[in-house]
């Protein structure tokens, strides 16, 4: 099943803001929105934003989401050491009725 | 508070199949449908279905139909996932996961070796 596109990996400074994205296309994330989720090693994930800028209870509003089309994209302000961790997006795909999952972006801070 | 539990660390020979449990508390377990997701090695995160416990209703990822069985006890607030036909590609950890607000509560995940 086809997938959605995310930057490998991004690496930014302490305190610095990191934002990358998530490439779908009309029938997933530009149709519903994506969902983020953040995972650190050896961790199940955590869901940081859904329906592109929802936060559930008790995350940092230093995570914010967008979408513009068929992309969306996910900002982590001041970063902090504790935000070193994988994040993946996911969506609805109404063509292939599944949940899809982006490829995953590592997110270093320096 | 909200929590999946699931069964522990399998290892199968290729060939075998596999069923792993998902307990359910700190909610109404019939008001959720339970996704199933699994993560191989070293790689991203992979959807295999959901099911809806409250009437056993199901869909699963093409990738996994014919191999894929998720069922529920209800009595229990319990969801199961059985796959068939196991490869050393099958060697993951596989994560129930809640539908609430997008997949907002996770289990603890379970590792599935497959090895001859």
């Known amino acids: 099943q086809a997938g959605l596109t995310q930057p490998p990996s991004v690496s930014k400074d302490l305190r610095q803001t990191a934002t990358f994205t998530c490439t779908g296309n009309?029938?997933?994330?530009?149709?519903?929105?994506a969902a983020w989720l953040q995972q650190h090693q050896g961790h199940p994930p955590k869901l940081l934003s859904y329906r592109n800028n929802n936060r559930p209870s008790g995350i940092s509003e230093r995570f914010s989401a967008s979408r513009s089309g068929n992309t969306a994209s996910l900002t982590i302000t001041g970063l902090q050491p504790e935000d070193e961790a994988d994040y993946y997006c996911s969506a609805w795909d109404s063509s292939l009725s599944a949940h899809v999952f982006g490829t995953g972006t590592k997110v270093t801070v320096l | 508070q909200v929590q999946l539990v699931q069964s522990g660390t399998e290892v199968k020979k290729p060939g075998a199949s596999v069923m792993v449990s998902c307990k359910a508390s700190g909610y109404t377990f019939t008001d959720n449908y339970m996704h199933w997701v699994r993560q191989a090695p070293g790689q991203g995160l992979e959807w295999m279905g959901w099911?809806?416990?409250?009437?056993?209703?199901?869909n699963y990822a093409q990738n996994f139909q014919g191999r894929v069985t998720m069922t529920r006890d209800t009595s229990i607030s319990t969801a199961y996932m059985e796959l068939s036909r196991l490869s050393s590609d099958d060697t993951a950890v596989y994560y129930c996961?809640?539908?609430?607000?997008?997949?907002?509560?996770w289990g603890q995940g379970t590792l599935v070796t497959v090895s001859s």
């Open positions: 009309s029938n997933n994330v530009g149709n519903e929105g």
């Open positions: 099911i809806n416990p409250n009437n056993g209703g199901i």
């Open positions: 996961t809640r539908h609430g607000d997008y997949f907002d509560y």
